[in-house]
């Protein structure tokens, strides 16, 4: 009962006319800047740290609360509408939110968004102020042999599920590990990769490679079609960002699944929401074939919206307890507030809630409110975004390569970059030519740095016994499920080719008796 006096206090505090208005403009900057294709919620976060120098810590960390969820929001509206997320954990969104996009229901899935979005950050938000002892106790079970087994689990859950081929989907995994092998090794010192350009020392950053992979790519795919399908198509952006009784039901069960997979990630440090919103659209494919629902992977489902928005920013939700709890940011933009408190002189962990109660709860009570306020603004104007839609292709794409580049030449003002994802989109138009799927390539590039560096130090503290990999509950469990899932696809792909054979061979049939008829009529 003692967190919810404190809150309530928070309460007070957040819903001052002042720290209303830091609410409200921190809301619309940080979408803002979300929505821009290459900048995403980490940069929202950095760009508009400065804005706040000039105000109270108070005023400060609530306007940042803020600008902390508007970021995602932005994020995935560029992902559903461009095909090019602001950010990393809008990828899995973007897959079927620009499907749905193209289908003419763009303002449904930001709508799908904006709901889920607002019910996995409101959970989790809350799972913070009632639970966080419990979170902080799940992250300290977690040394490097959990880490790599995580990462494993990710690998194989993604490449087996959401590619329709398994070896497909394991080409893509191997892709993307490549391209997270190019760059220093941090314990040996050696260049992998590099070709001797020191360019490509820190590696290739994950913005290159989705803005490449996803956006250039896209542009590319579509240049190629441009003159069969009519230069002057327009994506269609009719329809209203409200769910019907139906939608409500389809998407419900989703939102909840991937609030589920989002919390507990937020508090261990992986990397960010990649893994959770991964595994929640995952997990929406495979019931999605359990159920025959032909929507998902051609027309967009809405599930494929709901799950992954739920699980990104529950993830969101539960990172900024672990930073509040234990000083230790679990993702980028995480980090990025952490430079924001210590700014102020202030280090969060442990005693912060002791020492600085009367900051840490106005905060916890400004998140409940920002995220409130940022339904209100994007829900309603979701169709107005979706207007975006009715630009002439060829303009719409040119403006979407533009931004893209200019999001690509902010990371490092590098020329190098923007070459590197020119090749980059080149190579995503021909992998999506050849049906190659993207996911298991960004997860891969995303997750893989993590899976080798928590696999070195687990052998460093096991003096190279590989016995230390499964030498935990947690670690024996991960791996029953990898192997599970394994089973379970492969199970499932080879029930498809069989019906496939069959319905193929049932036509070939078809076709002989179609022609012997016409041979006896004759």
Not at 31 to 39: E, H, I, K, N, S
Not at 52 to 59: A, M, Y
Not at 160 to 188: E, F, N, T, W, Y
Not at 219 to 227: G, T
Request: no cysteine; net charge neutral.
């Amino acid at each position: 009962m003692d967190q919810l006096t404190h809150l309530l206090e928070g309460f007070t505090v957040a819903l001052t006319p002042i720290n209303l208005l830091w609410l409200l403009i921190g809301a619309v900057l940080g979408t803002a800047v979300g929505v821009l294709p290459g900048l995403g919620s980490a940069m929202a976060v950095a760009l508009l740290l400065p804005v706040t120098f000039s105000l109270d810590p108070t005023g400060a960390f609530i306007m940042f609360a803020s600008i902390y969820f508007g970021g995602l929001f932005g994020d995935s509206t560029s992902g559903i509408l461009l095909n090019t997320p602001g950010n990393s954990s809008a990828i899995a969104t973007t897959f079927e939110g620009h499907r749905m996009a193209k289908d003419g229901r763009a303002a449904k899935a930001l709508g799908t968004s904006a709901i889920g979005a607002f019910i996995g950050g409101t959970i989790a938000t809350a799972l913070v102020v009632f639970f966080s002892p419990f979170l902080v106790q799940l992250a300290t079970q977690f040394g490097p042999a959990e880490y790599f087994a995580l990462a494993a689990f990710a690998f194989v859950a993604i490449s087996s599920v959401v590619a329709d081929s398994v070896i497909r989907g394991l080409i893509a995994l191997g892709i993307g590990l490549a391209i997270a092998l190019v760059g220093v090794d941090g314990p040996s010192g050696a260049s992998r990769f590099t070709m001797d350009l020191p360019q490509f020392f820190d590696g290739i950053s994950i913005i290159v490679v989705t803005v490449g992979l996803l956006a250039i790519g896209e542009v590319l795919h579509v240049a190629s079609r441009i003159h069969r399908e009519g230069g002057l198509t327009k994506i269609p952006a009719s329809g209203s960002p409200y769910l019907n009784l139906r939608e409500l039901r389809q998407a419900l069960p989703a939102w909840l699944r991937g609030t589920a997979y989002g919390v507990p990630f937020g508090a261990i440090p992986v990397g960010g929401s990649e893994v959770p919103t991964f595994l929640a659209y995952g997990t929406e494919k495979r019931l999605a074939k359990r159920r025959g629902d032909s929507d998902f992977g051609t027309r967009g489902a809405i599930q494929g919206v709901a799950a992954p928005e739920a699980a990104g920013n529950a993830t969101a939700g539960t990172a900024m307890g672990a930073l509040l709890a234990l000083g230790l940011p679990t993702s980028a933009t995480a980090a990025m507030m952490l430079a924001a408190f210590q700014q102020y002189g202030m280090q969060p962990g442990p005693l912060l809630f002791e020492r600085s109660a009367d900051l840490v709860w106005p905060l916890l009570a400004s998140l409940f409110v920002g995220l409130l306020i940022l339904l209100i603004i994007n829900l309603p104007f979701a169709a107005v975004w979706a207007k975006l839609l009715l630009i002439p292709r060829h303009y719409l794409y040119a403006g979407i390569t533009g931004f893209a580049m200019l999001g690509v030449y902010a990371i490092a003002s590098s020329p190098v970059d923007l070459w590197l994802a020119l090749a980059i989109g080149a190579f995503g138009f021909v992998m999506r030519r050849y049906a190659i799927p993207l996911a298991p390539v960004l997860i891969a590039a995303i997750l893989g740095p993590l899976a080798e560096t928590e696999l070195r130090r687990a052998l460093a503290v096991s003096e190279g016994d590989l016995g230390i990999l499964v030498d935990s509950p947690i670690t024996i469990a991960l791996y029953v499920l990898m192997a599970g899932a394994i089973i379970i696809s492969a199970i499932q792909h080879l029930r498809t080719r069989t019906r496939e054979k069959q319905i193929q061979k049932a036509k070939t049939e078809a076709v002989a008796v179609q022609a012997a008829e016409r041979e006896d009529a004759r």
